[in-house]
């Protein structure tokens, strides 16, 4: 059985959409962040960073528990579980995996610079929020170029668009006059299991 420890953040929303696309059984837990329960001893043993998202699966590798963070190991764990949003020719997974490791590297580190820009930092200063949101729009440029006659980033659906999607979800106004991503994300918002994942 896994246990997913999650809020509704694009990093949290990104673990449930992978384990909701991946028909894995599993269970989610709040850890509400606006109470600080992340810090908490007893999820400081689940994630001793003190962050969201975390899992634990009791069925882990040779059926030994296996308890993980980062929600980008989470997606990758998923996939490889279920055997599925990993493509099989080793081309297709290769640029699958670099369209991966920006969503969630660059694309979510820039979205969450300025979540934390406009509600964390002791300082508040519009020009840095504008920087950060520029450049999160200019990534979002660069993966509708990428979709321009493609259905997904990697061609096929894969375990990349999993990881972009709660980000532009949450960042709508960003990718505004975008049509390929915008074609991108309503193919994405139809699938029920992105469905079930953004409303955990
Ligand atoms: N790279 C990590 C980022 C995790 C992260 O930044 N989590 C945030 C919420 S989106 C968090 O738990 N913040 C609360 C804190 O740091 O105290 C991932 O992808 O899981």
């Given at each position: 059985?896994?246990?997913?420890?999650?809020?509704?953040?694009?990093?949290?929303l990104?673990?449930?959409v992978a384990?909701?696309?991946s028909?894995?059984e599993?269970?989610?837990?709040k850890?509400?962040?606006?109470?600080?329960?992340?810090?908490?001893?007893?999820?400081?043993?689940?994630?001793?960073?003190?962050?969201?998202?975390a899992?634990?699966?009791?069925?882990?590798?040779g059926?030994?528990?296996?308890?993980?963070a980062?929600s980008?190991?989470i997606?990758?764990?998923?996939?490889e579980?279920?055997?599925k949003?990993?493509?099989?020719d080793?081309?297709?997974?290769?640029?699958?995996?670099?369209?991966?490791?920006?969503?969630?590297?660059?694309?979510?580190?820039?979205?969450?610079?300025?979540f934390a820009?406009?509600?964390?930092?002791?300082?508040?200063?519009p020009?840095?929020?504008d920087?950060?949101?520029?450049?999160?729009?200019?990534?979002?440029?660069i993966?509708?170029?990428r979709?321009?006659?493609?259905d997904?980033?990697?061609?096929?659906?894969?375990?990349?668009?999993?990881?972009?999607?709660?980000?532009?979800?949450?960042?709508?106004?960003?990718?505004?006059?975008?049509?390929?991503?915008?074609?991108?994300?309503?193919?994405?918002?139809?699938?029920?299991?992105?469905?079930?994942g953004?409303?955990?």
């Amino acid at each position: 059985m896994i246990d997913l420890y999650m809020w509704g953040t694009s990093n949290g929303l990104r673990a449930s959409v992978a384990l909701a696309e991946s028909g894995l059984e599993h269970k989610i837990h709040k850890v509400d962040l606006s109470k600080g329960e992340q810090k908490k001893p007893e999820y400081l043993k689940i994630n001793p960073a003190g962050q969201i998202p975390a899992m634990t699966d009791s069925d882990g590798p040779g059926g030994k528990p296996i308890t993980l963070a980062q929600s980008g190991a989470i997606l990758l764990y998923a996939a490889e579980k279920c055997g599925k949003f990993l493509p099989q020719d080793a081309a297709t997974r290769a640029v699958a995996l670099q369209w991966l490791m920006q969503a969630c590297s660059d694309v979510a580190g820039t979205s969450g610079t300025i979540f934390a820009l406009e509600n964390v930092a002791p300082e508040m200063s519009p020009a840095d929020v504008d920087f950060f949101k520029a450049r999160l729009a200019n990534f979002f440029r660069i993966a509708d170029a990428r979709l321009a006659g493609r259905d997904f980033l990697a061609g096929e659906i894969s375990l990349a668009d999993l990881a972009l999607y709660p980000v532009v979800a949450q960042r709508k106004a960003l990718a505004e006059g975008l049509p390929n991503l915008a074609a991108w994300r309503e193919r994405m918002a139809a699938r029920p299991g992105v469905q079930k994942g953004m409303s955990a």
